[in-house]
């Protein structure tokens, strides 16, 4: 069965640091893999997808992700953190055949320090 | 350009009440799904639907039902509240099984 982790619950940075946010997979191939983004009490956002090729992918607000296919990763990049990205940020991923439901992973929750 | 759309936004029932949650969608997708979202626990699936008249259960169908006669309505029915329902619940809409998912704004509801 697929299944997603990611293994930080809260991470803080400081305004203009990079940022990283780690996203773990399991599944048998390939499969279509998403983040999202939740402000509070809204819903969610798409950031960005990969569904193939290029494994390095560039999504809305600056936000970029690196499949590697090795690691079974799937991790988010930012090069310098503003005020307005603290949020909850899901890695998603979606199986390739079947059903084609989406696995959330459990989130990370991101504070900026000014 | 209304997207998603979920109503009530907040809701407190009394344990063994009934209630039905609201979505609306108007972008033609055939796609649609409930979650539930609770601390620490990111999103369980609880409902989706593949198209009018078409239903299945995900991972968390225990305790809820759902309809969809048309395209653009996907309700959730909670028959006879208990605590453990207490969540925020979204409901979300696709144009294919693997796209990505527009989601309403959730719904906070309150079991006592």
């Known amino acids: 069965a697929q299944s997603v982790t990611q293994p930080d619950i809260h991470i803080t940075v400081s305004e203009g640091a990079s940022l990283e946010l780690r996203c773990n997979y399991s599944y048998g191939a390939t499969p279509y893999l998403f983040w999202y983004v939740q402000s509070p009490g809204q819903g969610l956002q798409l950031l960005l997808k990969?569904?193939?090729?290029?494994?390095l992918v560039q999504g809305i607000k600056g936000f970029e992700a690196e499949f590697k296919r090795s690691q079974s990763s799937f991790n988010l990049r930012k090069p310098s953190v503003h005020w307005s990205d603290a949020a909850e940020y899901f890695c998603a991923v979606v199986a390739t055949s079947g059903t084609y439901k989406y696995i959330f992973g459990t989130g990370t929750r991101l504070k900026v320090l000014a | 350009n209304a997207g998603v759309t979920q109503t009530p936004k907040f809701r407190i029932l009394k344990i063994g009440q009934s209630m039905t949650l609201q979505c609306t969608q108007d972008?033609?997708?055939?796609?649609m799904y409930w979650y539930r979202q609770d601390p620490g626990m990111g999103l369980k699936l609880i409902y989706y639907s593949v198209g009018a008249g078409i239903t299945d259960k995900g991972e968390v169908p225990n305790g809820y039902n759902v309809s969809r006669s048309t395209t653009e309505d996907f309700p959730l029915r909670l028959e006879l509240a208990a605590p453990s329902q207490t969540s925020v619940y979204f409901c979300?809409?696709?144009?294919?099984?693997?796209?990505?998912?527009?989601f309403g704004d959730g719904t906070r509801l309150s079991i006592l």
């Open positions: 990969y569904f193939s090729g290029d494994t």
């Open positions: 972008m033609n997708h055939n796609y």
């Open positions: 979300a809409s696709g144009g294919q099984a693997d796209q990505p998912q527009h």
